[in-house]
């Protein structure tokens, strides 16, 4: 036999060796291929923060089952409804985001986040001048805090402004949410 042989009958012989210490089958532990197991003593998330998550990932649908089961679980609050009707803006269904957005301006009127997405919703139906106004108590309460806010206020400003010559071609409006994330809204003018 050549070297070549030998050599290789020994790698097989050890391969198999080795192969054959194995206790076999699919490692089933938590570094294994499966998904982990449901622990019914674990803590649920939060069914809000999970639509939020959703949203801010382009999961419209999905949010708005989780907005809707977290409201059957804690009720419909203003940040359910703030929820809901970013989702449904970015379904594009505007009616409805406009509505939802406007019922949760009227449970919680101080949270400039809601104002602020109402005023999004405004500016796409093509309600420029009160959208404008939307925006601007936005900006109020916030105080001026938040630049997403102030952006969108000058947007619509401008555009109001400019009505006749059309600079806003590349304009988009961003939503925010209470928290960390915020939404961005591309007119797609």
């Not at 938590?30 to 449901?38: I, K, L």
């Not at 919680?108 to 009160?130: C, D, Y």
């Amino acid at each position: 036999m050549t070297l070549k042989i030998q050599r290789l009958c020994a790698v097989t012989c050890f391969t198999i060796g080795l192969a054959a210490c194995s206790t076999g089958g699919i490692d089933r532990s938590q570094s294994g291929p499966f998904a982990p197991g449901v622990d019914p003593r674990g803590q649920a998330v939060d069914g809000v923060e999970v639509g939020h998550r959703l949203v801010a990932s382009g999961e419209y649908e999905l949010a708005i089952k989780s907005f809707n089961r977290a409201a059957l679980e804690n009720g419909m609050d203003a940040e359910i409804l703030s929820g809901l009707g970013t989702a449904n803006l970015g379904l594009g269904r505007l009616n409805q985001a406009e509505r939802l957005l406007r019922r949760a301006t009227t449970e919680h009127e101080a949270w400039p986040e809601i104002w602020n997405n109402l005023g999004v919703v405004l500016m796409e139906q093509g309600k420029t001048p009160e959208a404008m106004q939307i925006f601007r108590k936005a900006y109020a309460l916030d105080s001026g805090q938040s630049t997403d806010i102030r952006d969108n206020l000058r947007l619509a400003i401008a555009k109001t402004e400019n009505s006749d010559i059309g600079v806003e071609e590349d304009a988009s409006y961003k939503l925010v949410r209470r928290g960390s994330a915020d939404y961005l809204i591309d007119t797609g003018i």
